[in-house]
């Protein structure tokens, strides 16, 4: 069966309001039960231990990384079609539950970012097309925004952590310019990979799903610190510091303004070498 893709040229397209509802009550699922309401926004108002998860996961492959905050985006009607296409990729194989869902990170720029939440990452924005003509991600987030177009330069960046849909992957060589030309995968294959196995590439609006923005620094920047130690610092007794957030006798403080007051950013499309 020949390989075939779902876009949605810019636009989410509108699901019913009960398909909505259903939707909101799996993401907030997902969430781990946290408030989810039906209007699209991004959420700062995370629980310690999830902010102290994701910083953890984030130093593990980008230990130069210091992250500012991070957002929850909650979005029903995305979260919609990201499970209708999951259904559909189960029933192109006879409704076999071979469909993987992977956790990855895409760099972008937080000022590209809100067009996204209404359109999805817009792989019409490719500038490289070494793994294929498509939106790109890694497992390394150091690699990630390594290899970011290099115009994201320009603003503050944000790494989004991704819920990306897998079912057939399609090696690329790029040293035989294999990737050149490939507008989507040969055959059945939903996803293009390196050989080094560092970049995986979608083709399908919807095949992802963006969980958190996570705004970010350099350590490097930062001169105070003569010791990295992993984004937590300890200081004995019972008070913990964790970057602005101060955590005492079960009571969570943060120095920072909340962000729902700001403006949406979107996702570009930043291709991997």
């Known amino acids: 069966m020949e390989n075939t893709t779902t876009r949605s040229y810019g636009k989410t397209p509108t699901l019913s309001s009960d398909f909505t509802t259903h939707a909101m009550a799996l993401l907030r699922q997902r969430h781990n039960s946290s408030p989810i309401s039906q209007s699209p926004k991004l959420d700062s108002s ?25 957002e929850r985006v909650n979005f029903p009607e995305m979260y919609g079609m990201y499970l ?8 192109e194989n006879g409704g076999a539950d071979d469909v993987k869902e992977i956790l990855l990170y895409h760099v972008t720029t937080k000022s590209r970012a809100m067009k996204s939440l209404k359109s999805g990452l817009d792989w019409r924005l490719t500038r490289r097309s070494r793994y294929g003509c498509g939106v790109s991600f890694s497992e390394d987030a150091e690699y990630a925004d390594k290899y970011a177009d290099s115009s994201t330069r320009q603003d503050k960046r944000v790494i989004m952590i991704c819920s990306v849909l897998m079912k057939e992957t399609y090696v690329v060589n790029h040293k ?33 799903y963006p969980l958190h923005l996570v705004h970010y620094s350099y350590q490097s920047d930062y001169d105070d610190y003569d010791e990295y130690y992993g984004g937590d610092e300890y200081y004995g007794g019972d008070e913990y510091y964790n970057n602005n957030e101060y955590y005492d006798n079960n009571q969570y403080y943060d ?17 991997y070498y």
């Open 255 to 271: 120095n920072n303004q909340y962000y729902d007051n700001n403006e949406y950013y979107g996702y570009d499309d930043n291709y």
């Open 46 to 70: 995370l629980k310690f231990k999830e902010i102290r998860r994701i910083k953890h996961e984030i130093y593990d492959t980008f230990p130069d990384c210091y992250v500012d905050w991070v």
């Open 176 to 208: 035989l310019n294999e990737g050149n030309n490939l507008i989507v995968p040969p055959g059945t294959a939903d996803t293009t990979v390196s050989s080094n196995g560092n970049v995986y590439v979608k083709y399908n609006d919807f095949d992802f």
């Open 84 to 91: 209708l296409r999951k259904e559909e990729m189960q029933s």
